[in-house]
């Protein structure tokens, strides 16, 4: 079992920055892959980033690549997304995924957190 915690969501202006967190609990968190996804209002989740701890290169969809940037640290316990330029259409409640393939698909992610909001006024 993994228990997911996202952070760092807030409201901010276009052209700004935002570094979101997921913390884990449970059982080892770098047996997992790890992706972040959002869902906007009246929208679809869509996947946005995902990492691998063994090395692979993050996968990114089309929509944030050159923007956003997915790591974690060296404990392998917290996941990062770092947001850049960020545009109005950002705006979404992001959540954190675990699971055991490395994938764009938002159904082979096992383990959710609660999310947290990111607004971006412009």
């Known amino acids: 079992q993994v228990q997911l915690v996202e952070s760092g969501g807030g409201l901010v202006q276009a052209g700004g920055s935002l570094r979101l967190s997921c913390a884990a609990s449970?059982?080892?968190?770098?047996?997992?892959?790890v992706g972040w996804f959002r869902q906007a209002p009246g929208k679809e989740r869509e996947f946005v980033a995902a990492?691998?701890?063994?090395?692979?290169?993050?996968l990114y969809a089309d929509s944030v690549k050159g923007r956003f940037t997915i790591s974690g640290d060296n404990a392998k316990i917290t996941v990062y997304l770092q947001m850049n330029s960020l545009k109005p259409e950002d705006t979404a409640v992001y959540y954190c995924a675990a699971g055991n393939k490395f994938t764009m698909q938002d159904a082979q992610y096992v383990y959710w957190g609660q999310g947290t909001q990111v607004t971006v006024s412009s």
């Open positions: 990492i691998s701890w063994r090395g692979s290169t993050p």
């Open positions: 449970g059982r080892t968190f770098s047996t997992y892959y």
